[in-house]
């Protein structure tokens, strides 16, 4: 097996299996060495400070790629986040005769365009999802796609297709004229990304994708119909008990039905438990202030409502292995793909698919992290990841 590292690599001989592109990060906290690398005075190890969104605090992650950067004379990119910044400008776009989306700007007015594509569907974005992206080069691009965050009606679900976020996407593009831009995301942000990559792949610079969601029938059903139970059984009853025995033939219709009754109170029972079970899954350990966003019968509404419409619709593909039979049209598209190895909400089957299917892509697999982008390790690893596209795009221009 080849176990690619950067410019390194060690070989054994145990496996046909080939990681030409599969790049394993170090785990936070706890000490780290590499056996094969070392210098004349022993080995070393190097640390990044590394912000935690949640909490505020600084976190250690030792890592071996900055070692091997050093040995190879390779400069070192940034793995922290950014300061907070505001934006520069915001705004409204009417998309449809119905639905308005929300949209800002901030960084460099003059940089290279970056769009940001939220999770969910249905979670919306939040001023941290800034701080991936160097303010001094990008200009950021942040909006709320339909139904969500501040865009309006609020939870609709009329015209609300992938297609129709696609055209969304094209639409702001248009209205911003930006002639081309880089394409950022996460979880179904990464589902939405693929998509609209392979619908225009000559309006995209390059790619950042973070915990792989395909949205294929075993993935939803791992999630949403017990297998995920199996790790967070304690989770798992609070989401399972409030559907009737009779009706756990299929949670996502049982919950469909609920979070479009009539009655306003049902909506919101069904949305708090849908929206608590995803948050309280979506760490390696857990994290209060995420769960708590369940109790938020505002925010947890459009959450449960957008994602369950979604998920009973198949994403609105063609057939389960739509974005996977597309990658031809991407293959050329500068992209690194980013998993938590114990993501539980979109487990790597699915990056590793996507890995096999498009091994141009460079694959980091991070050893010490669920699902999501505000854990340290996988943000770390989403910060370097534009900090490459950026240097990318730098010597292209000298």
Known sequence: MKLGLGPFSTTTTNTAFSYSSLIFIPPISIPFSHPQITSSGGRKSFIFRVQNIDHNKIESIPSTT???????????????????????STGFLNVSDLHTIYWEQSGNPSGHPVIFLHG??????SPSNRRFFDPEFYRIILFDQRGAGKSTPHANLEHNTTWDLIDDIEKLREHLEIPEWQVFGGSWGSTLALAYSQSHPDKVTGMVLRGIFLL??????????????????????????LIP?????????????????????????????????????????????????????????????????????????????FLLDGVDKIRHINTTIVQGR???????????????????????????????????????????????LKNIIKNKGE
């Open 245 to 321: 025995e009779n009706e756990r033939g299929c949670f996502i219709d049982a919950y469909k039905k609920r979070l479009n009754s009539d009655d306003i109170e049902t909506q919101y029972a069904a949305a708090r438990a849908w929206t608590k079970w995803e948050m309280m899954t979506a760490h390696l350990l857990p994290n209060e202030d995420n769960i708590k966003r369940g109790d938020d019968d505002y925010f947890s509404l459009a959450f449960a409502r957008i994602e369950n419409h979604y998920f009973v619709n198949k994403g609105f593909f063609p057939s389960d292995s």
């Open 216 to 241: 294929r029938k075993k993935e939803i059903d791992w999630f949403y119909e017990g297998g995920a139970s199996a790790i967070f059984p304690d989770a798992w009853e609070s989401f399972r008990d």
């Open 342 to 388: 114990y993501d539980c909400c979109c487990p790597m089957m699915s990056a590793w698919d996507l890995h096999r299917a498009w091994p141009e892509a460079d694959f980091r697999v991070v050893p010490d992290a669920g699902h999501s982008a505000n854990e340290p390790s996988i943000a770390a690893e989403l910060v370097a990841a534009n900090e490459k």
């Open 66 to 88: 900055s070692f091997m950067a050093s040995q190879q004379g390779i400069p070192q990119v940034n793995r922290n986040f950014y300061p907070h910044i505001e934006p520069y």
């Open 120 to 125: 969910g569907p249905g979670g919306g974005t």
